[in-house]
């Protein structure tokens, strides 16, 4: 069973820079679409960026779509999202998701099949 493990949160200061990693076990994350997400305290989960898994589509959200860049390394079997210009209401638990040959990508968490635990942003001075 395909396990993702988010790494790469912490502690910035606005206008700073974090990029955040979510890499596969004993699966190659080559035909899966891959989705990161993100969810603040009493808000709803919000679609950030998205690539298919051929990388030929990838979607961003209104809210980060001139700061934040989803890139895969398929040697590294992991999917990052670079996000710069980190604003305080970027604080959240970022978790990325997967789809086995989603052909366009989507933010509809249902229809994601597996999530990993989450790792935790928080942007303040």
């Known amino acids: 069973q395909l396990q993702l493990v988010e790494s790469g949160g912490g502690l910035v200061q606005p206008g700073g820079s974090l990029r955040l990693s979510c890499a596969a076990s004993r699966f190659t994350l080559g035909g899966y679409t891959i989705g990161w997400f993100r969810q603040a305290p009493g808000k709803e989960r919000e679609g950030l960026s998205c690539i298919n898994y051929n990388g030929d589509h990838t979607r961003s959200g209104d809210s980060v779509k001139s700061r934040f860049t989803i890139s895969r390394d398929s040697a590294k079997n992991t999917v990052y999202l670079q996000m710069n210009s980190l604003k305080p209401e970027d604080t959240a638990v970022y978790y990325c998701?997967?789809?086995?040959?989603?052909?366009?990508?989507?933010?509809?968490?249902?229809?994601?099949?597996?999530w990993g635990q989450g790792t935790q942003v928080t942007v303040s001075s």
């Open positions: 998701a997967a789809r086995f040959k989603l052909p366009l990508c989507t933010f509809s968490s249902g229809a994601f099949t597996t």
